[in-house]
Nanobody
Framework: AGQLRESGGGLVQPGGSTRLSCVAS????????MNWVRQGPGKDFEWVASIAHSGGTDYAASVRGRFTVSINRAENTMYLEMNALKTEDTALYYC??????????????????WGQGTQVTVSS
């Protein structure tokens, strides 16, 4: 069975940057489509970004141009580079492997594996 573990984030000032990591074990990230999903305080889960097994990327409109998703094959790790952060980016961020390639679901029942989440708080 695969496992995912997120890290990074923390407290960041508005306009600042941070990077999240998602380390995989038990399977190769670049053989799968991978997603980032977040849940802000009092909000529903929201799909944030995807990277396909082909290497193609896609982003929610709310983060496009500010966030970049990538995979380091040697480290079997997915990254989410987050720039120009806004207070509304405050959330618990999860990485996950959707059961269906191309899925943009924010429902964890649609995922084969997901991590425990890592907190990003954007505040001055």
């Amino acid at each position: 069975a695969g496992q995912l573990r997120e890290s990074g984030g923390g407290l960041v000032q508005p306009g600042g940057s941070t990077r999240l990591s998602c380390v995989a074990s038990g399977f190769l990230l670049y053989h799968s489509d991978m997603n980032w999903v977040r849940q802000g305080p009092g909000k529903d889960f929201e799909w944030v970004a995807s990277i396909a097994h082909s290497g193609g990327t896609d982003y929610a409109a709310s983060v496009r141009g500010r966030f970049t998703v990538s995979i380091n094959r040697a480290e079997n790790t997915m990254y989410l580079e987050m720039n120009a952060l806004k207070t509304e980016d405050t959330a618990l961020y999860y990485c996950g492997t959707p059961r269906v390639r191309g899925s943009r679901s924010s429902d964890f029942s649609d995922y084969a594996w997901w991590g425990q989440g890592t907190q990003v708080t954007v505040s001055s």
